[in-house]
């Protein structure tokens, strides 16, 4: 008996230790003494990430090292697979202390706990870029720009596309959220005042957290939709949105309206499938790459504008391909191929 | 009862009627009646046939998970690593059916090998070692959580045959494999904690492990049972999951933070944190009683915001009562 308890206790840490090979190495080695890029640009670009493993962030972190090297310059990823928000202060900190440091990009979800770390490289001449969560103007240092959606604007798409699809009916639409946060918040409010102008008649439900578990995100769904009989349609402000909604349909056997977030493969082909009305584009490539872009453009001591707005489409069944052309590019070198047999 | 086994969390001998309305199952299902009531008078509408079945359908995954947990925690032992095995099972069938082209049915079988083995891991560390098995399932959570995103690169092994979805589409009466399946494995294992003398031997286990061995029960091995169990469970459940996702997959985040809300539904359901003390039946009407507070509360139109705080207080009320218990036992 207590060989086989052992046994296990090893086989498990070999499962381990050998569970897959080891990812495409796509983090810059450092070196000893800076070299000049090809930009002109002596130092290193960070990009500061928490949750590194999260496939969206995956995406964002490729997108950023492709802009890098579309400009040469010597970018790396400061990642932790932590999701705590102390671990990413922790990181952002570390890196905007970093002698050779020229520019960070922090991935900090509007947060005002960055505020000192973006005071910080200020002072030690880094330029910072902030993609994805925007935030006013003046929350932060003069050395910070954004680059992200307007979340106070593409819901309002989103609400002309649902009302659109919706059109002539009557009854009631949900929305839910990943967890209650200032993005996702903002979206959920735009969405809400942009049905009570394009369609006065329906009413928008207040917003419900499903988090990030399908289970019980499909299981609150649900709940949702058996609590108001008349709902049909629904809005999820997060990527797991579409499954959700998807799911609980399946679930309560009734079909509605159903638009999520991101472009994952997942979502795209609950699209394709007719299972969700569309899912949202959010410009993750855009944005992440922009920032090498925007990084570089302050290293180099020319003035950007504070938000570089970007747009975030619906993406209904007729407009996947680019997305899915995306997606297989950036997919090849998140996942390592299989080695193929002799 | 067993002759010659030690319980010495059972209760003071009272009378027929009075044992059973004391018991810990009756005064939650009365609990569940009467929440089910507050629900319908909020809202009246929603109360029906298609929402019981939905919340018994959504139940019914941690519901699994749980029946392996009230063995091992009325053993005295507790498991945190479930949520992270529900994936890891999820996440090895998906991949050893994509990119090694196994079977469907054979790839279930080798993750659940893979379940199996995190159960032996986790015994052999808290029994053999003897570290706290809070602290060795909390690391193997760790661990296979880790092994799961390793597999997948964080991005969910997709798409899979057809065929995986197969169960998950099944609705027998209404419900779901994965239900009846939990109503077939609580009757089981209710039967043998109850009628066997392996039950009774848990339950000495649990109560006092000396005492238990001085009388001849094998703890170890009935703990290391209890462990393998729990996790095979959280493995069943987990390919389960899979199976009912809108388009199967293997997905890494399946049964995050879903071990707590298992151990707190089998705290509500009357099985001690102190061991020596539960039944299938509390634990099902304690993870059923979740279930219907997380959709009442929506059905019921309350706050969003006090859903999980809902939540907090029924766990902390149960805890309290339990504590009361032990006490009044001990006393």
């Known amino acids: 008996m207590q060989k086989v308890v052992w046994f296990s206790v090893i086989l498990v840490l070999l499962l381990a230790a050998c569970a897959a090979p080891a990812p495409a190495p796509v983090k810059v080695l450092p070196t000893a003494v800076p070299a000049p890029t090809t930009a002109g640009v002596t130092g290193k670009f960070y990009w500061v990430q928490n949750t590194a493993w999260h496939p969206v962030h995956q995406l964002t972190q490729l997108s950023f090292l492709e802009g890098c090297a579309d400009l040469g310059l010597d970018c790396q990823l400061a990642t932790t697979d932590e999701g705590s928000l102390e671990a990413f202060l922790a990181l952002a900190d570390q890196m905007v202390s970093q002698p050779d440091t020229k520019g960070v990009a922090l991935w900090a979800g509007g947060i005002p706990a960055i505020v000192p770390i973006v005071e910080k490289a200020k002072a030690n001449g880094i330029a910072v870029c902030l993609p994805h969560f925007p935030m006013p103007e003046g929350t932060f240092a003069s050395n910070a720009v954004q680059i992200a959606a307007d979340t106070t604007k593409y819901p309002d798409a989103i609400a002309q596309a649902m009302c659109a699809k919706l059109k002539g009916q009557k009854g009631s639409v949900a929305v839910t959220e990943n967890g209650f946060n200032v993005t996702e918040d903002a979206v959920a409010k735009g969405f809400t005042a942009g049905m009570a102008k394009y369609c006065p008649d329906i009413v928008v439900l207040p917003p419900e957290e499903e988090g990030p578990e399908p289970t019980k995100a499909i299981a609150k769904a649900v709940s949702i939709m058996q609590t108001h009989p008349d709902l049909i349609g629904a809005l999820s402000t997060t990527g797991g949105g579409p499954t959700t909604w998807a799911g609980a349909q399946k679930e309560v056997g009734k079909q509605i309206v159903a638009i999520g977030m991101d472009y994952t493969q997942v979502n795209l082909d609950l699209v394709k499938a007719g299972q969700v009305y569309a899912t949202v584009g959010q410009p993750l490539y855009d944005e992440s790459k922009g920032c090498a872009d925007l990084l570089y453009q302050m290293a180099n001591g020319k003035k950007v504008p504070y938000w570089t707005v970007l747009d975030a489409p619906v993406i209904t069944k007729d407009k996947l391909q680019p997305y899915y052309d995306l997606l297989t590019k950036m997919t090849a070198k998140m996942r390592p191929t299989p080695t193929p047999a002799p | ?331």
């Open chain 2, 1 to 331: 009862m067993w002759p010659g086994s030690v319980n010495v969390a059972r209760p003071l001998p009272v009378n027929g009627p009075t044992r059973i309305i004391r018991a810990p199952e009756v005064i939650l299902a009365g609990f569940l009646l009467l929440l089910i009531g507050g629900i319908y008078l909020r809202n009246p509408v929603a109360v029906n046939w298609l929402t019981g079945a939905s919340i018994l359908r959504t139940m019914a995954l941690p519901g699994l998970v749980a029946l392996g947990m009230v063995l091992l925690m009325v053993a005295g032992e507790i498991d945190l690593s479930t949520g992270a095995v529900i994936s890891l099972t999820a996440v090895l069938a998906a991949w050893l059916m994509k990119e090694i082209g196994l079977p469907v049915g054979l790839s279930f079988v080798v993750a659940l090998g893979g379940a199996l083995l995190v159960g032996l891991t986790n015994a052999g560390l808290t029994l053999r070692v003897g570290i706290n098995s809070l602290l060795v399932t909390l690391a193997m959570q760790f661990i296979v959580r880790g092994v799961s995103y390793s597999f997948t690169q964080g991005v969910p092994i997709y798409p899979l045959p057809a065929s995986v979805g197969f169960l998950g589409t099944l609705r027998p009466a209404g419900l779901s494999v994965a239900f009846w399946t939990l109503v077939a494995l609580t009757i089981i294992t209710q039967v043998v904690l109850t009628q066997t003398r392996w039950g009774a031997g848990l339950y000495a286990t649990g109560g006092n492990v000396l005492a238990a061995q001085i009388c001849g029960v094998h703890t170890d091995r009935t703990k290391t049972t209890c462990f393998v169990l729990t996790s095979l469970l959280a493995g069943v459940a987990g390919l389960l999951l899979m199976s009912q996702m809108p388009l199967p997959s293997g997905d890494p985040i399946f049964g995050r933070n879903l071990e707590l809300d298992i151990i707190v539904g089998v705290v509500v359901g009357g099985v001690s944190l102190f061991g020596g003390r539960g039944s299938a039946i509390g634990a099902f009407l304690g993870v059923l009683l979740m279930q219907v507070i997380r959709s009442g509360l929506v059905i019921a139109r309350f706050d969003p915001y006090w859903q999980v705080p809902a939540l907090g207080i029924v766990l902390l009320g149960a805890v309290l009562l339990d504590v009361r218990r032990q006490q009044r036992t001990l006393n």
